[in-house]
């Protein structure tokens, strides 16, 4: 069965850092663009950041250019996001996506920045 199980987020102070971490299973990992929304509370979900198969990045949201990179590794089906310099507004469920033949989400998790 298809699963994207997401870890690494938490609670983390304004300026610091979380690596973020996406394993997938149950489909054909190496053949799906991979990307990263997150969805704050009253807000839309947007997209952070995505990678292609081959593991270019894509594109990232004006609001975490510099700051976050995306990376996939295809041989353990992962992709990761590494965000750094956070800030308050960062706050957000970070979910998981894959694109391909089908759509596939994760269960999302929560990354809090606050003092």
């Known amino acids: 069965q298809v699963q994207l199980v997401e870890s690494g987020g938490g609670l983390v102070q304004p300026g610091g850092s979380l690596r973020l971490s996406c394993a997938a299973s149950g489909f054909t990992f190496s053949a799906y663009t991979m990307s990263w929304y997150r969805q704050a509370p009253g807000k839309e979900r947007e997209l952070v950041a995505a990678?292609?198969?081959?593991?270019?990045?894509?594109n990232y949201a004006d609001s975490v250019k510099g700051r976050f990179s995306i990376s996939r590794d295809n041989a353990k089906s992962t992709v990761s996001l590494q965000m750094n310099s956070l800030k308050p507004e960062d706050t957000a469920v970070y979910y998981c996506?894959?694109?391909?033949?089908?759509?596939?989400w994760g269960q999302g998790t929560q990354v809090t920045v606050s003092s």
């Open positions: 996506k894959a694109r391909g033949a089908y759509i596939y």
């Open positions: 990678i292609t198969r081959a593991g270019a990045s894509l």
